[in-house]
């Protein structure tokens, strides 16, 4: 979904280095969230954020940070990277939920490799 | 290409013929449901959803169907197509928008 960017697109990096991750929209939506691919596990949730200045762990914040300055924008740290953090990273948005649950919409996803 | 999953439970399937992709939810107080596309490379695509209070959902070759008696979710695409060829993923919500995937069926359409 090109209304969700996500860059880098791909990233080799060495264990103990600092990451950011970043992920803008102009989609308009108050929700954004973070999430990682692991072959075989699906998409885990990492952070979520509903507002600016609203940050929420999700199922496998540990290790991780997020900053939410900016409605249209969404970023993912890894403060001290290790090789177990390698994997996809996808950044979602949606909209509200004052009509329940609306779907999420993802960007094309970072592929880091930490060494 | 890009692999999401290494080891997925795999659908085989001619050019024309209708798909049927199976998923079992985890959690009875789900109350919102949704199907993904995966293409290599790219993030999931959303497809279709459904809320608890319905059973059955049509778009455009596409059919949800919900059975909350057995926690099942089933994607029907009808006149499978070779780009149609993908991972496909199902999440369910219990509100707050806090999505849980599944761990996703690979399509495999042969012209």
């Known amino acids: 979904d090109a209304d969700v960017t996500q860059t880098p697109r791909n990233r080799i990096t060495k264990t103990g280095k600092r990451i950011m991750l970043e992920c803008s929209q102009t989609k308009g939506h108050d929700r954004m969230y973070w999430y990682r691919q692991d072959p075989g596990l699906g998409l885990r949730l990492i952070y979520y954020s509903f507002d600016v200045k609203d940050i929420n762990k999700g199922e496998i914040s540990d290790g991780y940070s997020v900053s939410r300055q900016a409605q249209a924008k969404f970023s993912l740290s890894l403060e001290s990277a290790i090789p177990n953090q390698t994997a996809l990273y996808f950044c979602?948005?949606?909209?509200?939920?004052?009509?329940?649950?609306?779907?999420?919409?993802f960007g094309d996803g970072t592929r880091l490799s930490i060494l | 290409g890009e692999s999401v999953g290494l080891h997925l439970p795999t659908l085989s399937v001619q050019e024309g013929d209708n798909s049927i992709i199976n998923c079992a939810y985890s959690n009875s107080a789900s109350d919102y449901f949704i199907w993904y596309k995966q293409e290599s490379g790219k993030g999931p695509q959303f497809i279709i959803d459904i809320r608890s209070n319905m059973d059955k959902r049509q778009g455009q070759r596409v059919t949800v169907l919900l059975n909350k008696t057995v926690k099942h979710l089933s994607l029907q695409i009808a006149a499978t197509q070779p780009g149609d060829s993908a991972v496909y993923f199902c999440?369910?919500?219990?509100?707050?928008?806090?999505?849980?995937f599944g761990t996703g069926t690979r399509l495999l359409v042969s012209p």
């Open positions: 999440a369910e919500s219990t509100g707050f928008q806090k999505l849980v």
């Open positions: 979602a948005t949606s909209d509200h939920g004052g009509r329940g649950n609306q779907p999420q919409h």
